[in-house]
């Protein structure tokens, strides 16, 4: 029988500090070769992603490194871990002892909802939010009582938090952000709304971020396109996430604000197949800590830490959760 002992959150930190964390995740995006024939970054110019191509170096302000998505466990690198370790901290997939592809499982769940990267931060008295906006149908879906299940890493960060979701209607009042960036799948569905520029959408997520401490948005179009291998979606999508990271980096104070943008596996650089790859992912960092963030980030799991330490937060490391997520045991993680 194990004992177990209790959590208890440390006080808050003695330096606070104004220092802002625009934190994008994009869906399986890795860093590709020079082959034009496979890789859309290679095919089509970008100014962000040029390295993903196969570039020297980067073409923005700021800087990219090479993240290991493998995390130290044998196999193709997938969504439910690398996600988990993206917004937590912990190696999802030494959790499970390997990598597990869709939505968290009942091992992983505890650490979005009680032990999360947003978790930390509120309980030390910052504010933290996922800025994605949610539909009334996908709301309607999370009354059904095993709806866990079949809730993302992000929802369930969200969730985990306390804090409520963004609606549409959060979002035609320019509270918060959607999926598709330029409004094409607003209006794929019916929604009455003009298209807007991938540019000013990411001046609006920078400017939103300035009422937080951190902020997450999501993008996962980049994943679809990796497993729908169209050249023509990615030719799209492409542009409109390099507008949107042009925008963010026109917008941020880098005296205050530091960008990160990172994902959990490799996918859409290789088209030549539909799955996941073994390739690292990009990390791009920019404003003010990136230089310090390049020399710090090795595995996905390093990035929520590293938020935390700038934050004057302490990680918890070494725990284990219940699937409950009520108590801990101390574990090497």
């Known amino acids: 029988m194990k004992s177990y002992q209790t959590w208890v959150v440390p006080n808050l930190p003695e330096k606070r500090n104004h220092d802002r964390f625009i934190y994008i995740f994009l869906d399986g995006v890795g860093l590709g070769t020079a082959n034009a024939q496979i890789n859309p970054f290679a095919k089509f110019d970008s100014t962000f992603f040029s ?30 871990t690398g996600q988990t370790a993206l917004f937590t901290g912990y190696n999802g997939a030494q959790i499970v002892g390997r ?41 309607k879906r999370l009354n059904h009582r095993r709806a866990e299940r079949m809730m993302s890493a992000s929802s369930l960060l969200q969730m985990g938090s306390g804090q409520p979701y963004f609606t549409i209607d959060d979002y035609l009042q320019g509270k918060s952000m959607y999926m598709d960036i330029t409004n094409w799948f607003l209006r794929k569905h019916g929604q009455k709304i003009s298209l807007v520029k991938p540019e000013e959408s990411g001046r609006k997520l920078a400017r939103l ?29 492409l542009s409109h996430v390099d507008g949107l990271l042009s925008g963010v980096w026109e917008e941020i104070d880098p005296q205050v604000d530091t960008v990160i943008v990172s994902s959990d596996h490799g996918n859409m650089e290789d088209l030549s197949t539909k ?39 302490e990680f918890l490391e070494n725990i284990v959760l219940h699937d409950n997520g009520q108590s801990v045991e101390t574990a090497e993680v």
């Open 51 to 80: 390295v993903h191509g196969g570039g020297d170096s980067a073409r923005f302000p700021g800087e990219i490194i090479s993240t290991d998505a493998h995390m130290s466990i044998e196999g193709l690198p997938q969504s439910a």
């Open 275 to 313: 799955s996941h790859t073994h390739n690292k992912v990009g990390t791009l960092l920019g404003g003010k800590h990136a230089a310090y963030l390049a020399k710090s980030i090795q595995y996905l799991y390093d990035i929520p830490r590293q938020i935390l330490k700038l934050k004057n937060v």
């Open 99 to 139: 990598h597990i592809n869709g939505f968290p499982t009942f091992s992983l769940r505890p650490y979005l909802k009680t032990a999360s990267l947003f978790n930390r931060l509120l309980e030390t008295g910052y504010k933290a939010t996922l800025l994605n906006s949610y539909s009334d149908r996908y709301l």
């Open 209 to 237: 971020a300035r009422e937080y401490d951190t902020v997450v948005y999501e993008y996962f179009f980049t994943d679809k396109i990796g497993h729908e291998q169209s050249w023509g979606a990615a030719k799209r999508i």
